[in-house]
């Protein structure tokens, strides 16, 4: 028999290990930050934080103002939205239309991102879309407008940018590139100087892909790694590589001839951990059809993660590699609501929301982590209202820091994005120390210094050290 002091011990460690998962349950809340009303925007994209510490989104739809089509805007951590510029302010709209994704912030502290529409009204009276920088307070430069002339061999239709080591924006338009028609990926300097990089569809049967639908990223070898929705040797999209030599490889093709195409098609992006392994999601697909999760590793083998169903949730937006290292995502869902969802690199799936009906239905974006460690998105409609609105989610992950760009050589400056960052005393970048300056409690500038490598950028701040993610990539 077990003595009384043995069972009083017993006790206290089931009621700290029942403390512990409560407080845990109780982090894993989601919070509508803002919601919007039409005047201010409509149909938003999900966020990024920038050097103020305020969150910044685009709009596709609505905006301050007689026939605007989309605008950017400023959303405060109290969920306080102001537009800071609304497009279309002139007619046949030379500024851009239709912003559908977020903005990147530069590692200048301007905001740059692109418009799907408007620019030349070459064709379609709608614009084939632009390249903008934008500073915080609101003052927009075009720096590119896209099929000025036909049959825009320059691409129509942009879907985002990046900021690459090299210190230039690399993106991708869904249309364009000519005869083809199947997009292209192209670079930008900060100046407005704009090239073409490759055009899809340019290879027998478009085994290059076609319409590439995500925004490219740097890979951990220096190339630019990204998916196109269609095309491929089976027509159900690629994941491609471009190296910094310009060599233009494709990783993987997705084989869809017999619906429901049991690995997946349509992917819509991918991401890499720092392990060279790549993981992302496809739009269809899977043992039901409703999109599935995959890893193609280092040495491009690829693994089925997970098939999604009525009962995990339909149609996966892209995944976002957290800071413990596990995936996340959204789905349209169960029953046409939604879900966040996670899923760990070895493919154990775990719903972490459902959305319902009057709640908040349809997350229509990925997620993005935040510095506080919470992730962020936006749903089609919430409550009564169908213009949509941001949320918050806490998942009871720990703070970190992001620098803008993710990727440079020794002697690049490099802003790192945090908060609580007043009185920190030292940056390494994968260990090796850093010149900086602390600029305010959100932001500080730094330099790779010499002899860094790919790897953590850490900052010591007065309540601890917070690590950069996803890892800083050091090219030569």
């Known amino acids: 028999m077990k003595s009384f002091k043995s069972l009083t011990l017993l006790v206290f460690a089931c009621a700290v290990v029942t403390f512990s998962l409560a407080a845990r349950a109780q982090a894993q809340t989601l919070t509508y930050l803002a919601t919007f009303n039409g005047v201010d925007g409509s149909g938003p994209s999900t966020v990024i934080q920038a050097t103020d510490g305020n969150f910044y989104a685009t709009t596709a739809g609505a905006g301050e103002g007689a026939g605007s089509v989309g605008n ?44 799907s529409g408007g620019g030349s009204d070459l064709g379609n009276g709608g614009g084939w879309g632009t390249v903008y920088k934008l500073t915080l307070d609101g003052q927009l430069t075009t720096l590119y407008t896209f099929c000025t002339v036909s049959p825009c061999a320059d691409g129509a239709s942009p879907v985002g940018i990046m900021q690459a080591a090299d210190g230039n924006f690399y993106g991708t338009t869904v249309e364009g590139g000519g005869e083809s028609g199947a997009g292209v990926l192209f670079e930008i300097t900060a100046a407005g100087e704009f090239s073409v990089v490759h055009t899809f569809c340019s290879l027998a049967n478009c085994a290059d892909g076609s319409a590439p639908g995500s925004v490219p990223f740097q890979g951990s070898d220096g190339s630019l790694i990204g998916t196109t929705r269609w095309g491929g040797t089976y027509g159900g999209g690629v994941v491609y590589s471009l190296s910094p030599s310009g060599t233009f490889n494709v990783v993987h093709t997705f084989f869809c001839s017999n619906p429901p195409c049991p690995r997946g098609y349509d992917p819509n992006g991918v991401v890499q951990d720092a392990a060279g392994n790549l993981f992302g999601t496809t739009y269809f697909g899977g043992s039901s059809g409703n999109g599935t999760a995959f890893e193609i590793t280092s040495t491009h083998q690829f693994k089925l993660l997970h098939s999604f169903t ?12 957290g800071n413990d290292g596990n995936l996340y995502g959204t789905t349209e869902g169960i029953n046409g609501y939604g879900t966040i969802f996670q899923i760990t ?18 997350p229509y974006t990925g997620l993005y982590q935040a510095p506080n460690g919470n992730f962020y998105g936006a749903i089609e409609y919430y409550g009564n209202n169908s213009n949509g609105a941001e949320y918050t989610f806490n998942y009871n992950l720990g703070p970190l820091v992001q620098t803008a760009p993710q990727s440079g050589i020794v002697g690049t400056s490099v802003l790192i994005v945090g908060n609580g960052l007043t009185g920190s005393t030292r940056v390494t970048f994968n260990g090796v120390a850093a010149a900086f300056t602390v600029e305010s409690d959100t932001y500080i500038k730094a330099t790779v210094p010499t002899g860094a490598t790919t790897g953590t950028v850490s900052v010591v701040t007065p309540s601890g050290t917070l690590d950069s993610y996803p890892q800083f990539l050091v090219t030569k």
Do not use: M, W
Request: hydrophobic share 25%; proline share 12%; glycine share 14%.
């Open 345 to 362: 690199p070895a493919g154990a799936y775990k719903t972490l929301h459902n959305f319902t009906y009057g709640g908040g239905t349809v």
């Open 310 to 321: 009525y009962g995990s949730g339909t149609a996966p937006r892209p995944l976002t590699l």
């Open 72 to 115: 950017v805007v400023r959303i405060t951590p109290a969920g306080e939205i102001s537009s800071i510029y609304t497009f279309c302010s002139q007619p046949h709209c030379p500024d851009g239309q239709l912003p559908e994704t977020p903005p990147i912030l530069g590692n200048d502290g301007n905001l740059y991102g692109v418009t």
